[in-house]
């Protein structure tokens, strides 16, 4: 079994790879944006407006919290999720950064 050398990476490398992780897949995005769009939401909301299972928009909510783009609040039997705001500043500040020094470089 193949072993993974995150620790050939610098830790900002790693960073932005895991922030990268949170846009990797469409309904991720979708719950973001309507995080965005709502200040706010309940997972039921979500579960309500995106074509997926409540199981499945669980296991995406738990990646986005993982990485910290999002924050869960618990009031139960609910859990309100919302945008985590100094995590979303640096993935904008690193994606254009990334980006920024990339379009610099270009020999082509």
Known sequence: ???TKTELFTDEQTRLAD???AF???ARVAILQMLAQKK???CGDLVDELPLAQA???QHLKELKRIG???GDIDPPR???CINEPVW???RHAFGDLLDSLISTSCC
């Open 56 to 58: 499945t928009v669980s």
């Open 40 to 42: 706010a939401c309940v």
């Open 24 to 26: 990797a897949h469409p």
């Open 79 to 81: 859990v309100c999720y």
């Open 1 to 3: 079994m193949g072993v």
């Open 69 to 71: 783009i999002i924050r």
């Open 19 to 21: 922030l990268a992780k």
């Open 89 to 91: 500043n640096e993935a």
